[in-house]
C-alpha cells in the first residue's frame, strides 16, 4: 500500500514536470545547442507514458460502481482488498496523468510502441483504444453527476480534450461523440463561473467545429438531439448570454438576473468570446444540408444582429466601435452571401433575398430605437453590406429608401469628423459598387451631400484636411462612373468646385491658414482631373475663361511659392554651411574655466 502511494506521487510529480516542459517549450522554444527542461524528460517519457495509462486504466476501474466486479488481479497498482484504501490517492493524481499522457500521445502518436514489463498491459491497447481511454476518463470528470471536481481538475480535463481533439485522429471522434462533448460543453456553462473554464470550453468548440468541417460526411439537417449543428448552437447561446445577458430577455427580467454577477463581464474576456462564437456562427451553414441551412439561417442572423445591438454604444455617443461589433458585421456579411444560403450556388433564391431583406430592415430599424445602434456601427454596417449583399437588395426601393434616410440624418447630426469620415467613406463604397444600378441611385441620393460638403469647407471651424481630402476622393471617381455623354458636365462641376479653393497672388498673403490649407488640396483635386481626364477637362476650361484663368493663377502662384521655398531652404543649408568653423576641435574644452 505504501510502495502504491509512493509510486503514484512520483508519477503525479515526473507529469507536471513534463506539462510544464511542454508548456515552456510551446511559449519560448529552447535555442539549438541550449539543454532545456524537455531534454532532461525526454528519455524516461516512453516509461512514463506507459505507466500514466495504467493509471488511468486503474482510475477507470475504480470509478465504477459497486455492480461492477473488479479483475481478480487488481490493477497496476491496487489489488481487490485496497481498492477503497487507493480510491483518494489515484482522485489526486489521475487529472495530471490524463493531461502528460495526452501531450506525449499527440506528439508521438497514438500507435507508438511504449517500453513494457509486468507493471500491467496498457501497451496492448491499440491506437483507438487509448484515444477512447484518455477521452472517456476526461469525459467521465467533466460530466459525472455523483463527484464535484474541483475547476482546477475541469480545466485540466478540457485542455487534455482539446490536446486529443487537435491530435489527428478526427476519424476516431464519431457525430456522436462530439454531440457528448457539446452537451458537456453546455453544461459547465450553465454551472460553472469561471473564466478559464469558459475560455478552455470555447476552444474546445471551436475545434469540434474544424474537425467536423474538415470531415467529408458532414450534411447536418439541424434535426434537435441529433444535430451536431443545433448542439453547437445551445453552446454558442449559452457562450453569448452569459457574457451578454440582455439578449436573454426573459433573463434579463428576472428577479435572479437582477440580483446576480452575470449582467456584469469582463469587457477584454466578453470581446474574445464573442468573437470566437461568431467565428463558429460563420462555419455553421457550411455543415448543414439544403434543409438545415433553411432552418438555421434565421437564427444565426438574429443572434449576429442581437450582438451587434447590444454591445454597441447608444446611438448619442461617438465612441469608437468595439473589435465585438465589428466581427459582428464582418459575420452579419459573410452570412448574407448566397453560398450561406445554398452552398455552392451563386445566386440567392427568392427566400433567402427576403430573409437578407428582413436582416438590413431589422438593423435599419435598430437604430431608431431609444436605444438604438451607435452611428458609427450603422456606417459600417452598410458599408461592409454592400460588398456581400445581392444588388437586389440594396438596389429594393425600400432599401434605399431607409439606407438614405437614416445615413442622412447621421450625416446632418453628425457632431464628430469621426463620423463625417465614416459617412465618406459609406459613400465612395456605395458610388464604387459594381452594378450599375445600385451605385446610380446612392449617386443620384448621397452624391449632392458631399458636393455640399465641399462648397462649404472654408466655413467649417476647425478644418480636418483629412474629412476634405476624403470627400474630395470619394467625388472623384464619379466622373469614371458617369455615361461618356455627360462625362464633361462631371468635369465642370468639380472643377467649379475645386475652384472654390484657388488663391491668386493678390489674395494669398492675407489669407488664413485654413485658406491656405484648401487651397493645396484643390489644386492637386484639379491636377487629378486633368490628368485622368484630360480631354474633359481641355472642353471645360476652353469654354469658361473665368475658370481657366483661376487655375492658371493658382498654377503660377503655386510655382512661385516652391520657387521661393527651394530659395529659402538653399540660403538656409549655406548660412549653415558658413556658421560651421573650418577647425574642428576634437575635445571640448566647455568644461574648463
Not at 236 to 252: D, E, G, K, Y
Not at 381 to 386: E, G, H, N, Q, Y
Not at 423 to 429: E, G, L, R
Request: hydrophobic content about 40%; aromatic content about 6%; proline content about 4%.
Amino acid at each position: 500500500m505504501a510502495g502504491a502511494m509512493e509510486k503514484l506521487a512520483v508519477l503525479r510529480a515526473w507529469a507536471e514536470v513534463y506539462i510544464e516542459a511542454v508548456s515552456r517549450e510551446q511559449k519560448k522554444p529552447t535555442p539549438s545547442g541550449t539543454e532545456s527542461l524537455l531534454d532532461l524528460v525526454n528519455p524516461e517519457l516512453r516509461s512514463l507514458a506507459r505507466l500514466w495509462i495504467a493509471i488511468l486504466r486503474d482510475h477507470a476501474l475504480l470509478s465504477l460502481s459497486q455492480e461492477h466486479q473488479l479483475p481478480a488481479e487488481g490493477g497496476t497498482f491496487f489489488t481487490a482488498e485496497t481498492r477503497d484504501a487507493v480510491k483518494s490517492h489515484y482522485r489526486s493524481v489521475w487529472s495530471a496523468c490524463l493531461h502528460a499522457a495526452s501531450l506525449y500521445l499527440k506528439q508521438e502518436g497514438f500507435g507508438i510502441r511504449l517500453n513494457t514489463d509486468s507493471l500491467g498491459s496498457s501497451a496492448e491497447l491499440s491506437e483507438t483504444d487509448r484515444f477512447h481511454l484518455l477521452l472517456g476518463v476526461a469525459m467521465e470528470a467533466l460530466c459525472s453527476r455523483t463527484s464535484a471536481q474541483s475547476d482546477d481538475t475541469i480545466i485540466t480535463c478540457l485542455k487534455s480534450v482539446y490536446t486529443l481533439l487537435t491530435s489527428k485522429r478526427e476519424s476516431v471522434v464519431s457525430p456522436a461523440i462530439s454531440r457528448e462533448i457539446l452537451a458537456v460543453l453546455h453544461r459547465l456553462m450553465l454551472t460553472r463561473d469561471n473564466s478559464n473554464i469558459r475560455t478552455l470550453s470555447i476552444n474546445v468548440l471551436e475545434q469540434l467545429v474544424n474537425t467536423c468541417r474538415d470531415s467529408t460526411t458532414c450534411c447536418d439537417d439541424v434535426t434537435p438531439g441529433s444535430s451536431f449543428v443545433f448542439s453547437c448552437l445551445e453552446v454558442c447561446l449559452s457562450i453569448i448570454v452569459r457574457h451578454i445577458p440582455a439578449i436573454n430577455s426573459n433573463l434579463v427580467t428576472s428577479s435572479v438576473y437582477q440580483t446576480s454577477s452575470l449582467k456584469y463581464t469582463n469587457q477584454q474576456e466578453m470581446t474574445q468570446a464573442v468573437c470566437a462564437v461568431l467565428n463558429v456562427i460563420e462555419q455553421l451553414p457550411s455543415l448543414c444540408s439544403q434543409n438545415g441551412r433553411t432552418s438555421v439561417m434565421p437564427i444565426l442572423l438574429y443572434l449576429v444582429i442581437s450582438i451587434i445591438k447590444e454591445v454597441s454604444p447608444a446611438n448619442n455617443t461617438d465612441a469608437d466601435v468595439s473589435p465585438a461589433v465589428t466581427k459582428a458585421l464582418r459575420t452579419f456579411a459573410i452570412l448574407c452571401k448566397p453560398g450561406s444560403f445554398n452552398g455552392e450556388k451563386e445566386k440567392h433564391t427568392s427566400q433567402s433575398l427576403q430573409l437578407v431583406l428582413s436582416a438590413l430592415v431589422y438593423l435599419l430599424e435598430a437604430y431608431r430605437e431609444p436605444r438604438g445602434l451607435q452611428p458609427l456601427v450603422l456606417l459600417y454596417a452598410v458599408a461592409i453590406l454592400s460588398h456581400s449583399c445581392p444588388a437586389e437588395v440594396l438596389a429594393c426601393e425600400r432599401i434605399r429608401e431607409q439606407v438614405v434616410s437614416t445615413v442622412t440624418s447621421i450625416w446632418e447630426k453628425a457632431g464628430t469628423s469621426k463620423v463625417r469620415k465614416a459617412f465618406i467613406q459609406m459613400c465612395q463604397t456605395l458610388f464604387q459598387h459594381p452594378d450599375s444600378i445600385v451605385s446610380h441611385c446612392y449617386i443620384r441620393s448621397l452624391g449632392p451631400l458631399l458636393c455640399s460638403h465641399l462648397l462649404h469647407a472654408t466655413s467649417h471651424q476647425p478644418l480636418d484636411l483629412q474629412e476634405i481630402s476624403m470627400a474630395v476622393t470619394a467625388v472623384e471617381v464619379l466622373v469614371s462612373l458617369t455615361p461618356a455623354e455627360h462625362s464633361v458636365s462631371t468635369v465642370a462641376l468639380l472643377c467649379s468646385l475645386f475652384s472654390t479653393y484657388l488663391l491668386n497672388t493678390v489674395n494669398y498673403d492675407s489669407a488664413t491658414p485654413q485658406a491656405k490649407q484648401l487651397f493645396t488640396v484643390g489644386l492637386e483635386a484639379i491636377k487629378t482631373l486633368a490628368s485622368n481626364h484630360p480631354q474633359q477637362f481641355k472642353v471645360v476650361t476652353s469654354s469658361s475663361p473665368p475658370l481657366r484663368s483661376a487655375i492658371e493663377q493658382a498654377f503660377l502662384l503655386h510655382q512661385s511659392n516652391e520657387a521661393a521655398a527651394q530659395k529659402k531652404a538653399a540660403e538656409a543649408s549655406k548660412q549653415k554651411q558658413q556658421a560651421k568653423p573650418a577647425i574642428q576641435l576634437k575635445m571640448n574644452f566647455g568644461n574648463f574655466t
